[in-house]
């Protein structure tokens, strides 16, 4: 299954995200050192959500899981673990780490592309829900009892 022209733009958006962080320490010197203990507590905290997302999406869909923000039709939806609190875990990782590694370097360079990564997984998202308001009928129940990226609230959720 071919990729869409605006699905192609968002992956390439993506993984160019990650090269601003290099970039930026070509650009200024490192200023903000005293953000560093939180860039490593959202390294920590950010890989260990991947780690999480992956292990439940896993167990639910024995498939790769893809950049594409379409959703694989022959994919369950998954409700549990850690996605029966966050919507888009594996979003909200990178975001984590993207913040984690922007502190680590220590400028306004690298917080600019943390930002950058906030807004462009925001809008990822919110395109990706379109779609996958489509392909599971039980999606809206679910948008409505989760948060995109941070629990809405800590009270345990059956899975759909």
């Known amino acids: 299954m071919e990729d869409s022209k605006e699905e192609r733009i968002i992956m390439t958006i993506q ?3 990650w090269w601003l962080f290099p970039l930026s320490t070509f650009v200024e ?8 203990p939180y860039g490593y507590l959202l390294l920590i905290f950010g890989f260990m959500l991947f780690i999480l997302a ?8 024995k498939l790769k ?3 594409a923000p379409k959703p ?6 998954v409700t549990y673990g ?9 979003y909200s990782s990178f975001i984590q780490i993207s913040f984690g590694t922007a502190f680590l370097i220590g400028n306004l360079g690298s917080i600019a592309a943390a930002v ?11 395109y990706e829900e379109k779609l996958l308001i489509k392909t599971y009928p039980d999606y809206n129940l679910y948008k409505r009892r ?9 009270k345990i959720h059956e899975p759909i």
Not at 82 to 90: K, N, S
């Open 15 to 17: 993984w160019g995200l």
């Open 29 to 36: 010197q490192v200023k903000y050192t005293f953000l560093r």
């Open 54 to 61: 992956n292990k439940a999406h896993g167990t639910t869909n």
């Open 65 to 67: 899981l893809n950049a």
């Open 72 to 77: 694989n039709n022959s994919a369950k939806l």
């Open 82 to 90: 850690v996605y029966a609190y966050i919507r888009h875990p594996i």
């Open 116 to 126: 950058a990564s906030l807004i462009f997984y925001d809008f990822k998202s919110r």
């Open 146 to 154: 989760t948060g995109r990226f941070m629990p809405e609230t800590l």
